[in-house]
């Protein structure tokens, strides 16, 4: 049997306990690092998209459209039936896990707010979601402690190359308890026309919230003290641009799509 070829056009994967997941085709898949013995772990006509690893390795929660709209849905990593957690005629879009693997964070378009909704968590046995108290939020991330939450306001796409308008999004931390929220990417007015998108935050093991960042002319990774401060660029591409990164749930390790590739 001849020698299988590298899949191209693989996307949103996430990284966790030496695996990665990662949407193909629309279904999800889980390879080892190296790419070697990838396994699928759904089968269906709608698209499955965005796998994150619960913090213990043993869940993939994942979104999809299998019920007409986006909705959370989580399966076993060993493979199993998936199970939908959410539903709603809006979309459900997860983000990633609580420290503590017993909720799942997503974003979602149900709410009262008529310009947006904050993050939601649905435990992982299902039940009614709920809004963390914060506000409009279209990505976000909460530290590994479990006190704080970095997130955008704004919706941005990585194929928006170069944007520069006001509607550029930022990246923002709110404490947990106090409420208070800091915004940490560009926060000198005077520099307005310099302003770039900053997409993604994912917290860190070093307690730095790293993110994809347009300053340098294509989006390449940031990271950036919580308490603000000067950012520090992490990669250089300079031909293209990443997307889609993600931090395992140990903030250990980032994977990203680029170039048709996961790195």
Request: aromatic residues 10%.
């Amino acid at each position: 049997i001849a020698d299988a070829k590298p899949i191209l056009f693989a996307r949103y994967p996430h990284v966790s306990h030496g695996k990665i997941a990662f949407a193909y085709h629309g279904d999800i898949w889980v390879a080892n690092l190296d790419g070697s013995n990838a396994v699928r772990l759904t089968a269906h006509v709608g698209n499955d998209a965005v796998p994150r690893f619960s913090p213990d390795g043993k869940m993939i929660a994942f979104t999809s459209d299998r019920a007409g709209n986006n909705d959370v849905y989580v399966v076993p990593v060993e493979g199993g039936e998936p199970v939908q957690l959410t539903s709603m005629t809006g979309n459900d879009d997860v983000q990633g896990w609580t420290p503590d693997g017993k909720k799942i964070l997503f974003t979602t378009s149900r709410g009262t707010n008529a310009w947006g909704s904050p993050l939601c968590t649905v435990a992982v046995q299902g039940g009614q979601p709920v809004p963390i108290d914060m506000p409009v939020a279209t990505a976000g991330a909460i530290s590994l402690d479990g006190r704080m939450i970095a997130f955008n306001r704004n919706g941005a796409r990585y194929a928006r190359k170069h944007y520069k308008g006001n509607s550029s999004a930022d990246i923002y931390v709110q404490d947990l308890s106090t409420k208070l929220i800091s915004q940490l990417t560009d926060t000198d007015l005077q520099q307005f026309r310099e302003f770039r998108q900053d997409l993604s935050p994912m917290w860190g093991a070093d307690g730095m919230i790293y993110y994809a960042s347009e300053r340098d002319g294509y989006f390449n990774l940031w990271r950036i003290a919580a308490g603000g401060g000067t950012p520090v660029q992490v990669t250089a591409y300079k031909t293209d641009g990443i997307q889609n990164p993600a931090i395992s749930p140990d903030g250990r390790d980032i994977v990203y799509e680029y170039n048709f590739d996961l790195w």
